[in-house]
Each structure stands twice: as C-alpha cells, then as structure tokens.
C-alpha cells in the first residue's frame, strides 16, 4: 500500500501564492506520473498537472503560466507551486499516481477576492 501525503493548502487573496507538497511513502520514480488534480464544488475531478518518471510534464490551460509542478526525488515528494491565484482555482486538491489507484486525501486551497 502507497501513501501521498499533501499538505500547504490554505486560504489565500487573489493574486498570492500557495505550495503544495505531496510526500508518498514509495519512490515516485516507481511511478509513470505523479500528478495533482482539485475537485471543486458540484464539479467533477480534473487534472492540474502532471510529472512524468523522465520529468516531462502537462497542464491544464486555465493553470498554465500560473502553476509549476516539480519533484525532489531524494524526498519522494511532488510540489505544485501556485501563483496568481483565482478565485476559479478555490477547490481540493489531490495528488495522485497516475495510472494507479493511489490518491492523497486532498488538501483545501480557497481563494478570495
């Protein structure tokens, strides 16, 4: 059994910045992708963004120029760095391995004008 621990989430004004990490109990290079995904109210899950093993990586469009996900190997923790944030980014985030059934519990990120 793997678990993704995320923490950083928090409330924060238009246009700050919020990190979250995420810290799995297994090598994530053991993993296609690690990835985050948020879930706002009534709305169904969607992905954020995704680091692949070779370090390659995808955004959704509305977080692209905004958000950057990276990873510290030796930590077995995935980051996603937000900044200029939205009110529209208000959701849970989780972190996941791709692929796998692995998710974190999610962390709360709200965003108010």
């Known amino acids: 059994q793997v678990q993704l621990v995320e923490s950083g989430g928090g409330s924060v004004q238009v246009g700050g910045s919020l990190r979250l990490s995420c810290a799995a109990s297994?090598?994530?290079?053991?993993?296609?992708?690690m990835g985050w995904y948020r879930q706002a109210p009534g709305k169904e899950r969607d992905m954020v963004a995704l680091?692949?093993?070779?370090?390659?990586?995808n955004y959704a469009d509305p977080v692209k120029g905004r958000f950057t996900i990276f990873r510290d190997v030796a930590k077995n923790t995935v980051y996603l760095q937000m900044n200029s944030l939205e009110p529209e980014d208000t959701a849970v985030y989780y972190c996941?391995?791709?692929?796998?059934?692995?998710w974190g519990q999610g962390t709360q990120v709200t965003v108010s004008s």
């Open positions: 297994r090598a994530i290079l053991s993993f296609s992708a």
């Open positions: 996941t391995a791709v692929y796998t059934s692995y």
């Open positions: 680091i692949r093993s070779d370090g390659t990586t």
